[in-house]
């Protein structure tokens, strides 16, 4: 029996042009004989002699390999899809995302067999890839285009270049006599409306949650909180100032006349499909009105408070404590910690047509449908105690207060929990235990406390470790004694770091992720509170009861790999 002989990659290649009718039979053994002495790829032979056109070389290739070609030239990519894979890889593989269904990315590639390439989409974007094949011309013109389409802070100082105001500063008492009809037109400018557009839109796409404009004699200065820290962006021209402010002024329906007094709005923006809120605050300073925007976006709320990433056995007392008929359950922390996303993700595990669920906030930060919100307004006397007195009225049997802030409303909290209602609210204190004192320096009997309270949470934000420049580290030995650790017992533990690239700007961190305390109250503790022990009293006997603590949290972050053991010694400092 004749050997069968295999087909080389290139003569695959070369039959399925010949099929197409691309090439003729002749051709092909032309180049064939080339490659064979000159070393000379088929495919590069084709191309260079254009014989055969970019898209029908990719359409065979793509029937050869078994995947299919798109056509990038009418392929929409948005954003959100573009930015899932870093520009430095992408150029660097020649590939572009293209689209995601589910937990599945389609990729356009040059070459789909590229494991390598596929390897590092999938750890980067922890997505099942899908290969497509389309051109490298195609797929860097592509890159290039979407990239170019995101507006950056420089393109737009480089088109203003032209507009700067000179060296004349504009004393304030001249600046004040601005009338009303002036700073509506100044904030109605086509170069207005797109700085303040693309302040915004950058925002977003940087996933910041809080946006900072502020005055200085001879420049503004620009920047986003982004995963907890400020970082400084370009600064937006000092001749636009005046005119921004009162282009949010208009977004937000604020007084545009008002310079002298603080002012709070609130505007909605639609960016790339998603409807976007952001809260404004403006607060005049000695150069101006600072401004600063708060983003809130829904897609952020965890639907479920198994995402929150508590472990099983904390996650177990969390839902017990929900699940109960009646008590006061605190989540305590920062500012900025993620409490009011806690609060809304147990209510959303609630929110069910058989429960009258009432919020009372200051403001409302995400509306949820099924739930009433009530908005505080202390202008007109709608303080978090009248409304809660209202509230309860109203037949409710679960009330989230925004926060416990003072003894009134500590006193209400405390005596809806004891007539059957399930109170949620939010306190500013170190940790679980620490909200038990609290409420007594507010004068809450200790008997009161002991049978209101279920259950207290302290929570932090911790930062995740960039993927796309993850990599292991070796601490010092002095990073070992300030978090009071044994480093002999983390010496087989692999602890990783961000070593900063282009996606994560540098700083090695992308994302962040909770970290939460829960302590239960239990028939021990209740003993405690009553003989009015301390916080630290009270913790000890919690964590001998099965109380993970914030550091202990923290650690267990860095054994995942999360993040690292300076984000632990940041945040849980002291526990």
Known sequence: ??????????????????????LTTKQVEELLEKQKKEGVRLIKQ???????????????????????PVNLARTGISPEIFDLVPRDLALKHKLIPVSRIGGRLFI????????????????ITKLDVSPLIAPEKAIVDKINNVGSQQSSMEDFLKAQEGEEAGDIEITQEEAEKLDIGALATMGEEAPVIKLANLIIVNA????????????????????????????????????????????????SNLDIAERRLPQDGRMRVKVSGKDIDLRVSLLPTV????????????SNLSASIDKLGMDLQTLKRFKSAIAAPHGLILVTGPTGSGKTTTLYSALNE?????????????????????????????????????????????????????????TETAEIAVEAALTGHQVLSTMHCNDAAGAIARLDDMEIEPFLISSAVILSCAQRLMRRICPACKEPVQYPEKMYEDLELESAAWKDVPIFKGRGCERCKGSGYSGRCAIIEVMTVTDEIRKLVIKRASASEIGK?????????????????????????????????GH
Not at 1 to 22: N, P, Q, R, S
């Open 1 to 22: 029996m004749a050997a069968v002989i295999a087909k080389t990659f290139g003569e695959k290649i070369a039959d399925a042009l010949v099929e197409d009718g691309l």
């Open 46 to 68: 084709v191309v260079d002699r254009a014989y055969v056109t970019e898209s029908d070389l990719t359409v065979c290739l793509g029937r050869v390999h078994n995947v299919p």
């Open 108 to 123: 356009a590639m040059v070459d789909p067999l590229n494991v390598v390439a596929l390897d590092d989409v999938r750890r």
């Open 204 to 251: 977003i796409r940087e996933r910041a949650s809080d946006i900072h404009i502020e005055p200085f004699e001879k420049m503004v200065r620009l920047r986003y909180r982004t995963d907890g820290a400020l970082v400084d962006q370009p600064s937006p021209p000092k001749n636009l100032y005046v005119a921004l402010i009162s282009r949010l002024k208009i977004m």
């Open 287 to 298: 150069h101006g009105e600072k401004c600063v925007l708060r983003i809130l976006d829904k």
């Open 350 to 406: 609630l929110n069910s047509p058989e429960y009258n669920i009432v919020t009372v906030e200051d403001p409302v930060e995400f509306q949820i449908p099924g739930i009433n919100q009530v908005p505080v307004k202390k202008e007109i006397g709608l303080t978090f105690a009248s409304s809660l007195r209202s509230i309860l009225r109203q037949d409710p049997d679960i009330v989230m207060i925004g926060e416990i802030r003072d």
């Open 541 to 573: 006997v919690a964590v001998a009861e099965g109380m993970r603590t914030l550091r202990m949290v923290a650690l267990d972050k860095v054994r995942e790999g999360t993040s690292t053991l300076e984000q632990v010694l940041l945040l849980t400092s």
